[in-house]
């Protein structure tokens, strides 16, 4: 039987963010949400911030040759117009430290946290936030472009404004329906005034949007066939209508599978993951079908799976890399898969106990483990193909 190859130059790696990793970030609307006792505090994380080329030496013995990061935006403008350049330099390192290693990088310009002095005014409910927002990427496109031409503007802007504005588990911890249409909104215009902005300034670059798609279906009762399809088109295509035409690619996290009208055997038959997620085999094969609508090629951004004991991480990323290669078999210009994550993080409001990373991290010692997945997928990623 023949292998079954991916096409040339297709980009495999893993994907981490700023805050969840670096550690010592201290001057975010996070950071103060911990010193409230809102969230659990994130405090020296993984020590990325300082361990980062030992972490993209493992990466590079995993086979990678692609990483997505996200730069952080309190760093690189601790007070509102005034930018640190040593904090520029530092991601200037990391990615001289990833080029040296073979590892194409993807960056990302705002990843949930927010500076505080931004968040404290008001943040995307500002009504000069998507000038705010574009000058700041604009600066970053600037000082880094010639590095990298990769890049995403906001990460995840649904699950952002559903956490925020709509559930009230996020900050700014506010639950109004207006609200989070509003900033649905404002960060549709701060992503358009951006990837003006960045093009301006480096018109040879790519810029996209990391866009969290659910895989959403229904049994066949009427008003469930309604309801999934309102719900597929105001979470998965919404935001990706407002930004038409402002985007070079598009950037998909996937992890989730809901199904209107699940019986409850079906609910019980679910395989689940430590964070109770569903783990659904085809679904990022469905998301990807989704997206070929919009004719821009695509780069599986963020998947993965909280697995503390790494049993069923294997099976999981051969699952993916099968949707992958299917979606493409079907014509969807798939050009690159990230795995959620390189490393264990601090998982939001769940704090450090799910453990997504191939790698897997003590924090009382900051030892590193990889984990036996990792080894899986790093066959797939040498072999560019299949397993089996």
Known sequence: MAEKKFPSGFLWGAATASYQVEGGIENTDWAQAARDGKVPPCGSACEHYTRFENDFDIA???????????????????????????????????????????????????????????????????????????????????????????????????????????????????????????????????????????????????????????????????????????????????????????????????????????????????????????LHPASLYHSLIALKRYGLPVYVSENGLADAVDSRRTEFIKNAVRSVHRAISEGVPVKGYCYWSLLDNYEWASGYGPRFGLVEIDYATQERRIRKSAYVYKQICERNALLD
């Open 60 to 278: 590079k013995s995993l086979g990678h040759n692609f990483h997505r990061f996200s730069v952080e935006w309190a760093r690189i403008e601790p007070e509102e117009g005034r930018f640190d350049e040593r904090e520029v330099e530092h991601y200037r390192n990391v990615l001289r430290a990833l080029r040296v290693r073979g590892l194409e990088p993807s960056v990302t310009m705002w990843h949930f946290t927010l500076p505080l002095w931004f968040s404290e005014t008001g943040g995307f409910e500002r009504s000069d936030s998507p000038k705010i927002f574009a000058r700041y990427c604009a600066y970053v496109a600037g000082k880094l472009g010639d590095q990298c031409t990769h890049f995403t503007t906001i990460n995840e802007p649904m699950v952002y404004a559903g956490k925020g504005f709509w559930e009230g588990l996020w900050p700014p911890f506010r639950e109004n329906i207006l609200r989070h249409l509003h900033v649905v909104s404002a960060l549709a215009a701060a992503h358009r005034a951006a990837y003006k902005a960045m093009k301006k300034v480096r018109p040879e670059i790519q810029v996209g949007v990391t866009k969290h798609n659910i895989f959403f279906e229904s049994n066949s009762n009427p008003f469930n066939i309604v309801l999934h399809v309102f719900i597929d088109w105001f979470w998965n295509h919404r935001f990706l209508q407002l930004i038409y035409g402002h985007q070079d690619f598009i950037g998909l996290n996937h992890y989730h599978h809901k199904k209107f009208g699940t019986t409850p055997r079906e609910r019980a038959a679910a395989v689940r993951s430590d964070m109770g997620w569903e």
